[in-house]
């Protein structure tokens, strides 16, 4: 499938990290195969099983914050002149916030629980978001599968990046749901946009 090339809501757009058996050598990641071969199959977060190729999506997600390298530009003011001069500052490592409807079930710290034992553990994943305006029309595991078949079904267009879930906060909501904010530090640059 192609690239989305109309204007539309990215409403089923969608998050995901990889959770192979062993960690991949993140210094030979560069290419769209080697990215979509990460995501083949989806797992459950509670109880699922780590194996070459497996993935757990990120669900609930309230909102998505703006995807890709963050500007490194400065101002200096100049004396004398109308108006100041840009230069690139010093590049820091990004972070992202995700803001999410909390199941808390998904995001406890216990045993078999992938998503709530990334939390603050200090390991690198590779995650994925896939941005996309329709819902895929696969089924199953591989419904969100990076490789055809899964979200080659619609038109979509996907960043990878290398980072660690860092933080999470819980926001009480008397009135409304109860939401949680994920921080990521983000490890790598931003590889996309790719399509399957």
Sequence with gaps: MAHIDSIGAGMYSDLAVAVPATAPTFSTLDDAGEFAALFGTEIASIGGTKASGTFVRIKNVREFP??????NVVNVPT???PSSQQ????????????QLNL?????AKEAGNLLGNMVGDGN??????ALLNSEPTGAGATKFASASGGLSTVKN?????????DAMQ???QLTDANTATITMTIQSKFFG???I
């Design 66 to 71: 703006a995807m890709g390298t963050p500007p």
């Design 157 to 165: 267009t996907m960043y990878y990046w290398v980072g660690k879930i």
């Design 124 to 129: 690198q994943y590779v995650f994925r978001f």
């Design 103 to 107: 199941v808390p079930s998904e995001w």
């Design 170 to 172: 819980i926001t009480p």
């Design 193 to 195: 946009g790719f399509t």
């Design 79 to 81: 004396y004398g002149q």
């Design 87 to 98: 230069i690139q500052g010093q590049s820091d490592a990004p972070t992202m916030e995700i």
